[in-house]
């Protein structure tokens, strides 16, 4: 059975940094293309990074970029998130999903994910 279970989410203060981590189980995790995505409320989630299968290559969303560090570690299965200078505008619950999609381009794509977690929520308060 194909798990992600976010954690790490809690409210903070702007410029506060955030570590959110991604535990996986029931799939070969070195194989898949792990992103991870945020929705507030009333909007569409969105993109914010991915990692490619052995680490070597990150995305993320202009948004985040300098800011956001997505990093994983195969041999505990976990993708991380590492948010510095968090501002009021990344709260959001954030979800991790796994894609096995070969196309690197198509990363930042939300329906090239097969597997999603539940999400954690973020809030950043001034």
């Known amino acids: 059975q194909v798990q992600l279970v976010e954690s790490g989410g809690r409210s903070v203060q702007a410029g506060d940094s955030l570590k959110l981590s991604c535990a996986t189980s029931?799939?070969?995790?070195?194989?898949?293309?792990i992103g991870w995505f945020r929705q507030a409320p009333g909007k569409e989630r969105e993109f914010v990074a991915a990692?490619?299968?052995?680490?070597?290559?990150?995305l993320y969303a202009d948004s985040v970029k300098g800011r956001f560090t997505i990093f994983r570690d195969n041999a505990k299965k976990t993708v991380y998130l590492q948010m510095n200078s968090l501002k009021p505008e990344d709260t959001a619950v954030y979800y991790c999903?796994?894609?096995?999609?070969?196309?690197?381009?198509?990363?930042?794509?939300?329906?090239?994910?097969?597997?999603w977690g539940q999400g954690t929520q973020v809030f950043v308060s001034l």
């Open positions: 999903a796994a894609s096995y999609e070969a196309n690197w381009a198509s990363m930042h794509i939300r329906r090239v994910y097969a597997h």
């Open positions: 990692v490619s299968w052995g680490g070597d290559k990150t």
């Open positions: 029931g799939f070969t995790f070195s194989r898949y293309v």
